[in-house]
């Protein structure tokens, strides 16, 4: 092998260890993430939805009543360029539920 292929050889090698962790980040990120919220007999959900499964926009997030108006999804905020933007909103607006006396998880 000479000179040239056994760079080519070590530089993909390196890249392969370097973007790894890039591609799984962007996998783990594209999972919904669901907040579960009771008070007494009631349920609310809150979920951050990634529509592109590799960046993780757009992104929104959605609001459901489950108990007073199953199946009806409320979508409080959404962006095309920021998936810090759906996940700050929505562990705010999980912070003010709970300070409304709701639990969640």
Known sequence: MNHKGAMRII??????????PIFAQSDS???PKIYVCELRD??????????DPLTGL????????DDEAPGEIKVLW????????C???ANSFVEKLETWGW???
């Open 11 to 20: 530089l993909s090698i390196t890249l392969l260890f370097v973007m790894k």
């Open 42 to 51: 009631l349920t609310r959900r809150v979920e951050i939805e990634y529509l």
């Open 29 to 31: 990120q594209a999972e």
């Open 78 to 85: 959404q962006a095309d360029n920021s998936t810090s933007y």
């Open 103 to 105: 639990s969640c998880h």
């Open 87 to 89: 996940e700050e909103k």
């Open 58 to 65: 757009p992104c929104s997030v959605n609001y459901y009543k």
